[in-house]
């Protein structure tokens, strides 16, 4: 398969060379200093686009490669406010795309883990639930899309529960009202892959899960089996199409 890299970061580099690791072939690599070299990649040479660039470029860079017919797998985080309308230019074009907040089979179990503790614990109002997402100091949105999707899957199942608020770095916890919110404390230390913790906290005690990438090749290889499932597929999808359901 021809993998054109979209973002050629930290994780376009880790996606390289499991791409090649898997006999796959780079048609481009692409950063933000030499974007242009979009223009002159030929369609036929791509097969599928993964991009992993930054919250600022993600849109226009998903929107230009639907608009050439190029299959798409995102795994940039904090642009989803548009996402409505990539997933409407993807029906239109009849064209492919996959994105996940993270791609590691370790956080998608941690997932339904965590929806199925948040059910749980419904039927106990004393504990509190609260998140922690820890990673490195380059990350440049806050909080993770791992903890947005993690807050989601709590309020799908915590009917008390009716928003997130996220707390960064030194914010006092007395300036949240987090009675009807899941506060989520955004950290950023040294070069941390990404940890998440969710807590419920009572007077007496504290149930805790956590998850903790111990490098960035989960993400990666999650990033290329979903490149090589998405490749001759046409539809809008997630990691729970490509894992299957867990019944
Ligand atoms: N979904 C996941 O599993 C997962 C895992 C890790 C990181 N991420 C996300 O992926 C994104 C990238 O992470 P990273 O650690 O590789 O960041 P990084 O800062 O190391 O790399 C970002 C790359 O994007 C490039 N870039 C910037 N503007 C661009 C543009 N207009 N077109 C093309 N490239 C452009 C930069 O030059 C750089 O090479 C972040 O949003 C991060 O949160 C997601
Ligand atoms: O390093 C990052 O940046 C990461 N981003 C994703 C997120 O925002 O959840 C996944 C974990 C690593």
Redesign the pocket.
Known sequence: MNILL???????KAIEQLALDRGHQIAAR????N?DELETTSSDAVDVVIE????E?AFE?IKYCLERGWPVVC????WLSHRAEIEQLCRDKKGAFFY?????IGVNLFFRLNKTLAKFMRQYPSYQVSMTEVHHT????AP??TAITLAEGILEQLPTKKRWVNREGDQPQSLIDSTDAVEIESLREGTVPGTHVIRYDSEVDQIEIKHTAHS?QG?AL??VVAAEWLNGREGIFGMDDLLGSDE
């Open positions: 979209l973002g050629y970061g930290k994780m376009g692409i950063d933000a200093n974007v992993f660039s930054s919250p470029s860079n795994g940039t985080t904090g996940a907040s993270n791609y590691s380059e990350k440049k949105d993770s899309g960035r993400f999650g990033a």
